[in-house]
């Protein structure tokens, strides 16, 4: 059974910084591009970034461009997003996703995480 958990959400002042984890089990971690994608209420869920499974590619959202960054360890299972400059219109649930394939720009998601909630005050 696959198991996608975040953690690292929380609350912080505009300007400030965050780094959200993510670990996924019951799957081979390293054969699987992995992403973030946040949504809010009434809005449409957001790709945010993604990552391939061997890190050679990433895609962010031009509105994180500059600002997030993910990466992943994949001896530790274990995906990121350093969030820095963070600006209140960055508040919403995130959530980890494993794709289908090597490569997020080629797949589709296939497992998402229950989310971690960030709250970004001005």
């Known amino acids: 059974q696959v198991q996608v958990v975040e953690s690292g959400g929380g609350l912080v002042q505009a300007g400030g910084s965050l780094r959200l984890s993510c670990t996924a089990s019951?799957?081979?971690?390293?054969?699987?591009?992995m992403g973030w994608f946040r949504q809010t209420p009434g809005k449409e869920r957001e790709g945010v970034a993604c990552?391939?499974?061997?890190?050679?590619?990433?895609y962010y959202a031009d509105s994180v461009k500059g600002r997030f960054t993910i990466s992943r360890d994949n001896a530790r299972n274990t995906l990121y997003l350093q969030m820095n400059s963070l600006k209140p219109e960055d508040t919403a649930m995130y959530y980890c996703?494993?794709?289908?394939?090597?490569?997020?720009?080629?797949?589709?998601?296939?497992?998402w995480g229950q989310g971690t909630q960030v709250t970004v005050s001005s």
């Open positions: 019951g799957l081979t971690f390293g054969e699987y591009a």
């Open positions: 990552i391939s499974w061997r890190s050679d590619s990433t």
């Open positions: 996703t494993v794709y289908r394939d090597f490569y997020c720009q080629q797949s589709e998601v296939n497992y």
